[in-house]
């Protein structure tokens, strides 16, 4: 039963450009929500997080919406940079539970 | 200054070997975990420990048994170890247990 969803395996943008990457969940109650970000042979790096009571929350160049009625979480990154391509992941828990992980969409930016 | 690392980064080992693999963070955090993520890409909790007290164990098999020294170390000791043990293990740790998680490098292991 996979409560997070990354429908996209990899996504591929264009220097400069906007990126966008999608998020859909399963579990009303989950509360908490964080974008992860992974490059080769490192581990998972904590990049971005909103709680159930926001829509949305910027961190410089990126940006995480969430629409709770349509259970759709998304991270945007604007400008793209090559140094972006990694895999990014989301994740979700509902108070002091768990972290459930999605599988992750490969981002690569290109010159 | 690694702030969580692992050790080995690599390991390869036969069917029913017993391997163990050691993680140590110098974060201060009470809180550490153990991820497996297999070939599908799926990373799942495995163990979370808070104060070296285990908190979380999710259906893992027996022979998988996390040890936590003190609270700036969890291993992972893995008893006859079979093909489908093949993933990538991260540990993880974060101050509180709901607070964000700061992963180490990973521990790809194979068995042939």
């Known amino acids: 039963d996979q409560q997070v969803k990354q429908n996209s395996p990899s996504l591929s943008v264009q220097e400069g450009r906007i990126s966008i990457l999608n998020c859909d969940y399963t579990?009303?109650?989950?509360?908490?929500f964080l974008w992860y970000k992974k490059y080769p042979a490192e581990g998972p790096t904590f990049l971005i997080s909103i709680s159930s009571i926001k829509d949305k929350n910027e961190d410089g160049r990126f940006t995480v919406f969430l629409n709770k009625s349509a259970k759709h979480l998304s991270l945007h990154i604007v400008p793209s940079q090559p140094g972006d391509s990694a895999v990014y992941f989301c994740?979700?828990?509902?108070?002091?539970?768990?972290?459930?992980f999605g599988t992750g969409t490969r981002l690569q930016v290109f010159p | 200054d690694t702030a969580v690392s692992q050790t080995p980064k690599y390991l390869v080992t036969q069917m029913g070997n017993d391997k163990s693999i050691k993680c140590e963070q110098n974060l201060g955090h009470d809180t550490m975990y153990w991820y497996k993520q297999d070939s599908k890409k799926f990373l799942k909790i495995m163990f979370s420990y808070n104060n070296k007290e285990l908190i979380i164990n999710e259906t893992v098999p027996n022979r998988f048994s996390p040890k936590s020294p003190d609270k700036a170390h969890l291993n992972l000791h893995i008893n006859s170890l079979e093909l489908g043990d093949s993933a990538v293990y991260f540990c993880?740790?974060?101050?509180?247990?709901?607070?964000?998680?700061?992963f180490g490098p990973g521990t790809r292991l194979l068995v042939l």
């Open positions: 993880a740790s974060s101050q509180e247990y709901y607070e964000t998680q700061y």
């Open positions: 994740a979700a828990s509902r108070g002091t539970d768990k972290l459930i």
């Open positions: 579990n009303s109650m989950f509360d908490y």
